[in-house]
């Protein structure tokens, strides 16, 4: 339901503000990207753990006991979740290194195989010496570039780490001061714009609240359906590697692409000598992204936004250049958020009688406080 | 040990929200609810609270002085009435957002409870049951100023 006053879209002008602003609060963000990821971890975390909070306070709990209930609840599931996958297998046969290795090995035999393939088929690209130029390429990837920078990324991943602890605190504050925040912001309207302004409140807390939970959605259909398409396939560990594929999604293209590597790289260490096994891999995968793109993503995330598919193409390409893979991240929801504070700052500003009726207010309260004044 | 069923005592904010007709059959576990969900303004003496043709956001409830109702009526304005502290107005927009019929006045500096609508809808999902005894006690409000009106008597705070 949608409860804007009379559905005005904003004009150029509001729209250029709307997509300017966007890209303004992107290059912030990127700048204080150790801020925004946990945030908006927190969020998400937030919508997942706020129907369970208000049925508690509806069943008589305070607010503050209700958030520590389900906060320790929810804490007690992560843990138990996380001993499970560190004992789930005690002694592994191998490191996780050696599996990352045995994985890349079988990714790598998997292109050098495809590009043999094609050569045969088509002598042209045996001309052109396709394979030993991809296989060339390939090793001065893994053997340089692996090399020199898989230690840098894995050392910035774990300076993350001490960010990322923040979500369960902000989480926990947006649980138990949220509707306060809401009422404190709304007390800082003049009484003119207030019912609007609530409105606008409103709007804003139902586009994000909308976004991360057909996210949510989306991140579930996603896995298992691909999940379902890989056993089906073949391929081991559906679940765990429908599940990545799927978080890895939220990441517009490059998420998808990482997703799909992913995904062969198991599908050809599994069956080394049957490349059938990672092009069947292949087909569900992309068969799922087209479900996810046009029968998913319409019933969960379009849905939530209300933005023309045209803007929202080219803000996502915009938010990738102006704040990289975050940018790719959270253009979306910002440009939601946005786009409701814009249209209905733009319809506020515009209107003279409340514009009217606020100096008036502003009057009233000068003369009423000055009146025995000389 | 009988304690653990008793009700518990209400604020002197809460007893002024039980005192409304809209609020009336409410525990007190219920009218603390709503009054989360309920924001508080303070308005001067002639400010305006909303005006005739605006789009209807929230129910006002009156907790302290007096608020006027009047409608355009030719070139001038005619009161439609005067409202005091446990009266409600504005009600109509909790059930659509049609424009407001009147516009309404701060005659004395005022503090009014406002409920909005969007609250009230969520109300309606997450606590049916509170929900219904809102609904109920509307539908009663707009049944008895229907019942006015058939009757020839003339028409308050119908916003």
Same mark, same amino acid.
């Given at each position: 339901m949608n409860l804007l006053p009379t559905q005005q879209r904003g004009g150029p002008v509001v729209w250029s503000g709307i997509i300017a602003a966007t890209c303004v609060l992107l290059f912030l963000l990127q700048q204080m990207l150790f801020l925004a990821v946990p945030f908006l971890l927190g969020i998400v975390l937030y919508y997942i753990l706020q129907p369970p909070t208000q049925r508690l306070v509806r069943m008589g709990f305070s607010q503050n006991a209700a958030t520590f209930m389900v906060g320790?609840?929810? @804490? =007690? $599931? =992560? %843990? @138990?979740? =996380? $001993?499970?996958? =560190?004992?789930?297998?005690?002694?592994?046969? %191998?490191?996780?290194?050696?599996? @990352?290795g045995i994985y890349l090995a079988g990714g790598l035999e998997f292109v050098r195989h495809t590009m043999v393939a094609l050569e045969q088929q088509f002598p042209l690209l045996k001309q052109v010496s396709l394979a030993d130029t991809v296989n060339q390429r390939m090793s001065e990837f893994t053997g340089d570039f692996i090399q020199s920078h898989l230690t840098d990324i894995l050392v910035s991943v774990l300076e993350w780490l001490p960010s990322l602890l923040l979500a369960p605190f902000l989480t926990f504050f947006f649980l138990r001061d949220g509707l306060r925040f809401k009422k404190f912001l709304a007390r800082a309207v003049p009484n003119a714009f207030f019912e609007r302004t609530l409105c606008l409140l409103h709007e804003v807390d139902q586009t994000a609240h909308r976004y991360f939970q057909g996210l949510i959605r989306l991140t579930i259909l996603d896995t298992a359906v691909l999940a379902f398409g890989l056993w089906v396939v073949g391929v081991s560990s559906p679940l765990v590697l429908g599940l990545i594929a799927a978080l890895l999604a939220w990441v517009p293209y490059v998420g998808s692409i990482v997703g799909c590597m992913l995904v062969v790289m198991v599908a050809s260490t599994d069956a080394p000598a049957n490349p059938s096994v990672a092009y069947l891999a292949i087909g569900v995968f992309i068969l799922v992204r087209l479900l996810d793109d046009f029968v998913f993503m319409p019933l969960t995330l379009g849905r939530s936004l209300h933005i023309h598919p045209l803007i929202t193409v080219l803000m996502i390409f915009i938010g990738g250049s102006v704040a990289g893979v975050a940018g790719l991240m959270l253009v979306l929801p910002l440009l939601g958020v946005v786009m409701v504070i814009g249209e209905t700052l733009g319809r506020l500003i515009t209107d003279p009688r409340l514009r009217a009726r606020h100096r008036n207010a502003i009057a009233l309260r000068t003369r009423q406080a000055s009146h025995d004044l000389t | 040990m009988f304690g653990l069923f008793k009700s518990p005592a209400l604020s002197p904010r809460l007893l002024r929200?039980?005192?409304?007709?809209?609020?009336?059959?409410l525990t007190p576990l219920e009218l603390k609810i709503i009054d989360r969900l309920m924001h508080e303004r303070r308005y001067l003496a002639d400010e305006i609270i909303f005006d005739e043709g605006e789009e209807g956001q929230a129910l006002y409830l009156v907790m302290s002085g007096r608020v006027i109702i009047s409608r355009q009526f030719g070139s001038g304005r005619e009161i439609v009435a005067e409202l005091s502290a446990g009266s409600f107005f504005g009600d109509l927009a909790l059930l659509d957002n049609a424009p407001r019929n009147a516009q309404t006045r701060a005659l004395d500096n005022c503090e009014l409870a406002v409920f909005f609508r969007a609250d009230f809808m969520g109300l309606m999902e997450t606590d049916p049951v509170i929900g219904y005894k809102i609904s109920l006690a509307l539908a009663r409000h707009v049944g008895r100023r229907l019942r006015d009106w058939m009757t020839g008597k003339p028409q308050l705070e119908a916003l």
């Open positions: 320790a609840v929810f @804490l =007690v $599931l =992560v %843990t @138990l979740a =996380v $001993l499970a996958v =560190v004992y789930w297998k005690s002694s592994p046969a %191998t490191s996780w290194q050696e599996q @990352l | 929200l039980k005192e409304s007709a809209l609020f009336d059959s």
